[in-house]
């Protein structure tokens, strides 16, 4: 049966009430890159860095999923094959929607992890300078989110997934920022169809078979429903 692969962006999340980061007013317009998602920036100011995800994790636990979520919930359960998920957001709203194993390649506000031995937990509501790690005790408790200059997780399953999809859509995500925006490359070399559902169109828009410009809400279940064959 035919393999579908999701990647996922902020403009998914954007309709449940989370911010995007380069749409006007987006997070990268109140805060710098280079302060809040950089190993250094965290070597610099650590309070500054806890207190951004801080604040970001009691954002993300106020809101709910939307149709788009909940939609690709449906497709993973409803369509014959298989359907990966694929994540740039460090939210829960897929798995809130009752999507599966999704792969969060940019980590998530859910987790802790230890800069010293690895080791993750479950991050505490506020996380601390110093956090101490559950494992070894070292006071180097960080966010379990991937930083500019540090490498995503789950590339090597994500580049096994993309190598056998029969069809690839990109959601939600502006396309800027790599490896995830290069993965249409790897879909189309594997022949498959490539999708962009986005409220405009991204920077490498140019690479999609299919458009669906509008907000996620509207875009996602009429795709999937399309998919499944109820329109
Ligand atoms: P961006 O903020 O770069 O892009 C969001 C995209 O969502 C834009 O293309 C918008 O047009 C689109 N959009 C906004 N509202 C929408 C809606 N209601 N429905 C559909 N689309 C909508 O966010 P990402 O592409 O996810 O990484 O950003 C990628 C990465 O850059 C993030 O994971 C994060 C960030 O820096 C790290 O921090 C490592």
Known sequence: MEKIVILTG???????GLGTFR??????????????????????NPGLVQGFYNARRAQAAQVQPNAAHRALAALQRDWPGDVVIVTQNV??????????????MHGTLAGALCASCGHRWAAPDDMKVGEP?????????????????ETPYFMDQI?????????????????QVYPAAAFVHEAIAAGALTV???LAPSAVVSN????????????????????????
């Open 10 to 16: 902020a403009g998914i999340s954007a309709e449940s």
């Open 23 to 44: 749409d006007e007013g987006g997070l990268w317009s109140q805060h710098r890159i280079e302060d809040v998602a950089t190993p250094e920036g965290f070597a610099r």
């Open 196 to 198: 962009e559902l986005n």
């Open 133 to 149: 790690c559950t494992d070894c005790g070292a006071p180097s408790g960080r966010p379990d989110v991937v930083w500019f200059g």
């Open 159 to 175: 580049y096994d997934h993309l190598a056998k999809a029969d069809i690839f859509a990109a959601i939600g995500t502006s396309g």
């Open 208 to 231: 999609f078979d299919e458009t669906r410009f509008g907000p996620a809400s509207e875009t996602v279940p009429a795709w999937v429903d399309a998919l499944l064959g109820k329109r």
């Open 91 to 104: 939210d829960g709203l897929h798995e809130a929607g009752g999507a599966r194993d999704v792969l969060h």
